[in-house]
Nanobody, 125 residues
Framework: QVQLVESGGGLVQAGGSLRLSCAAS????????MGWFRQAPGKERDLVAA????????IHADSVKGRFSISRDNTKNTVYLQMNSLKPEDTAVYYC??????????????????WGQGTQVTVSS
């Protein structure tokens, strides 16, 4: 049974930083792409960033390029999302995602096999 446990969310002022972590178990972590999605109230769940199995390839949504960075540590079965220069529009529930193997890098929810429970990020102006 795959478990993805997020941590690191919270309340931060605009311009601040947060680092999200997602600890994975129940899967061969180093074999799968991982990603972060976010969902604001009344909106769809959108991809924020994704990383391939080795960490050699990453993608970031245009809205977060230059501010957010995804990384992974396969020795710790953990994927991270470093978020800098946060804006109020970044406020959302952030979800960790494990790929199904359908794609090398997750690009849509169709590529996701497992989800974390989500962690709230709130950015105040």
């Amino acid at each position: 049974q795959v478990q993805l446990v997020e941590s690191g969310g919270g309340l931060v002022q605009a311009g601040g930083s947060l680092r999200l972590s997602c600890a994975a178990s129940g899967l061969t972590f180093g074999a799968y792409g991982m990603g972060w999605f976010r969902q604001a109230p009344g909106k769809e769940r959108d991809l924020v960033a994704a990383i391939n199995w080795s960490g050699s390839r990453t993608i970031h949504a245009d809205s977060v390029k230059g501010r957010f960075s995804i990384s992974r540590d396969n020795t710790k079965n953990t994927v991270y999302l470093q978020m800098n220069s946060l804006k109020p529009e970044d406020t959302a529930v952030y979800y960790c995602a494990a790929g199904s193997g359908r794609a090398t890098v997750i690009t849509t929810t169709l590529d996701v096999a497992s989800w974390g429970q989500g962690t709230q990020v709130t950015v105040s102006s």
